[in-house]
């Protein structure tokens, strides 16, 4: 059974600071890595995926990706109200699917 | 584009009876899934189509559960008889490839079965 493994939280993070979220994954196969925000009561939406290990960078957003340790991570700089939601990771590729994990809690405290 | 739509919205049944979901993915996707999602499982792939044919339905929990996609613009997931442990929230999503490409997903529909 693959797995996409994160902390549910909640992590609270004063605004301003720097969130930082985790994610592991089980299929050494997985190409392509994608962090979607999800607000309460809402559907979840694409905030940022990266395919290569390494970072990558998208305004106050940074994912990072380590293959080797099957680690994904995504930072949050300047941390604000605004960015309160439910992150989830996902992991696709190998066998066609993309496979969410149950996702971070996280609090931005004004 | 409008997105991907999903109907209805809310969906309250009695345990029992059919529950039939409806889903529209955006033009041009040639792929569309079906998840669930619940506070203690979290976002789970049920089914997924690739040119309105179903790829793969290991996810779908029971044979109370089908999925049609009959034509590119349209789909349908079907409980049959439901029961209260399908109480969740249903998400179609479409994209134009599956893997390395982002998923585009529908309001969903909040399904209680009492």
């Known amino acids: 059974q693959k797995e996409v493994e994160q902390n549910s939280g909640p992590l609270s993070v004063p605004e301003g600071a720097i969130a930082s979220l985790n994610c592991t994954y089980s299929?050494?196969?997985?190409?392509?890595f994608f962090w979607y925000r999800q607000y309460s009561g809402k559907s979840p939406e694409l905030i940022m995926f990266?395919?290569?290990?390494g970072d990558k960078e998208d305004g106050r957003f940074t994912a990072q990706l380590n293959k080797a340790s099957q680690y994904v991570s995504l930072l949050i700089r300047d941390s604000q109200p605004s960015d309160s939601a439910t992150y989830l990771c996902?992991?696709?590729?190998?066998?066609?699917?993309?496979?969410f994990g149950k996702g971070t809690r996280l609090h931005i405290l004004p | 584009d409008a997105g991907v739509i999903q109907s209805p919205r809310h969906e309250v049944t009695e345990m029992g009876q059919e529950v039939t979901l409806r889903c529209k993915p955006i033009?041009?996707?040639?792929?569309l899934f079906w998840y669930r999602q619940t506070m203690m499982r979290g976002l789970e792939l049920l089914i997924y189509?690739?040119?309105?044919?179903?790829?793969?339905d290991s996810g779908m929990p029971e044979d109370r559960f089908s999925a049609k996609m009959p034509n590119a613009s349209f789909s349908t997931l079907k409980i049959q008889p439901s029961e209260p442990r399908d109480s969740a929230v249903y998400f179609c999503?479409?994209?134009?490839?599956?893997?390395?490409?982002?998923?585009?997903f529908g309001s969903g529909t909040q399904l209680s079965v009492l």
């Open positions: 999503a479409s994209s134009r490839d599956f893997g390395s490409e982002k998923l585009f």
């Open positions: 299929d050494r196969g997985s190409q392509s």
């Open positions: 990266i395919y290569s290990n």
């Open positions: 996902a992991v696709g590729g190998g066998d066609d699917k993309i496979i």
């Open positions: 033009s041009g996707h040639d792929y």
């Open positions: 189509f690739n040119n309105n044919v179903p790829i793969d």
